[in-house]
């Protein structure tokens, strides 16, 4: 199961129950897996941070992103700030890791 051999994977959220097992299996193929974390000073909605965690890897064959979150507040309670968190964790972080992925692979 080496087929993945050699090749770069980035892996958004990959310390997280599914990202764990994304890594996991990417890594059982043969993948190099490279994990952002806030531990590491990788603040996905930060758009400097993301360029930069981007620029300083080896070419990618992949970048998937797992990382995210949602609010467990029924609809009619949500507040403004609290959708505004959640397209922040879910929608832009995509965006920006999309784009530096992209900018890598070129």
Not at 34 to 40: A, D, L, T, W, Y
Request: aromatic share 4%; glycine share 10%.
């Amino acid at each position: 199961m080496e087929h993945l051999s050699g090749k770069d994977v980035v892996v958004t959220g990959g310390t997280g129950a599914l990202g764990g097992v994304v890594v996991q299996r990417l890594e059982q193929a043969g993948a190099r897996c490279h994990v952002p974390s806030r531990r590491e000073g990788v603040d996905l909605a930060d758009e400097q941070a993301v360029d930069r965690y981007y620029e300083a890897l080896p070419p990618l064959w992949a970048s998937i992103h797992v990382a995210g979150g949602f609010s467990m507040s029924p609809v009619d309670r949500e507040s403004r700030a609290g959708f505004m968190h959640m397209m922040e964790v879910n929608a832009l972080t995509v965006l920006l890791c999309s784009r530096a992925a992209v900018r890598n692979m070129r």
